[in-house]
């Protein structure tokens, strides 16, 4: 099993910044992407960014320009920079690791139990 830790949600200006973190625990498996998504209320949860092993990053496009995600290899734990936040970026923020435990294994995907961010004045 993997627990992902979360930790970085608040309350914020519009206009202001937050940086999300996401911490996987040890073990022996292989990670084949990470990522962000958020759901607000009565809204489905949605596909925030992603990112490889590799470093290769995606975004919806609503927040291209304004987050920025990235990870730390050593420690297992990716963040999510958050800038420019707008009232609509309000939501439970949520990461999730897809990983392996075998060479070959079927994935597996794994979340973290959500920080709850809200941008309002």
């Known amino acids: 099993q993997v627990q992902l830790v979360e930790s970085g949600g608040g309350l914020v200006q519009p206009g202001g910044s937050l940086r999300l973190s996401c911490a996987a625990s040890?073990?022996?498996?292989?990670?084949?992407?990470m990522g962000w998504y958020r759901q607000a209320p009565g809204k489905q949860r949605e596909f925030v960014a992603s990112?490889?092993?590799?470093?290769?990053?995606d975004y919806v496009h609503s927040v291209k320009g304004r987050f920025t995600i990235s990870r730390d290899s050593a420690k297992n734990t990716i963040y999510l920079q958050m800038d420019s936040l707008k009232p609509e970026d309000t939501a439970a923020y949520y990461c999730?690791?897809?990983?392996?435990?075998?060479?070959?294994?079927?994935?597996?995907?794994?979340w973290g139990q959500g920080t709850q961010v809200t941008v309002s004045s």
């Open positions: 999730e690791f897809r990983v392996t435990f075998t060479i070959g294994g079927p994935e597996r995907d794994f």
């Open positions: 040890d073990g022996i498996f292989n990670i084949n992407r």
């Open positions: 990112i490889s092993p590799g470093g290769s990053t």
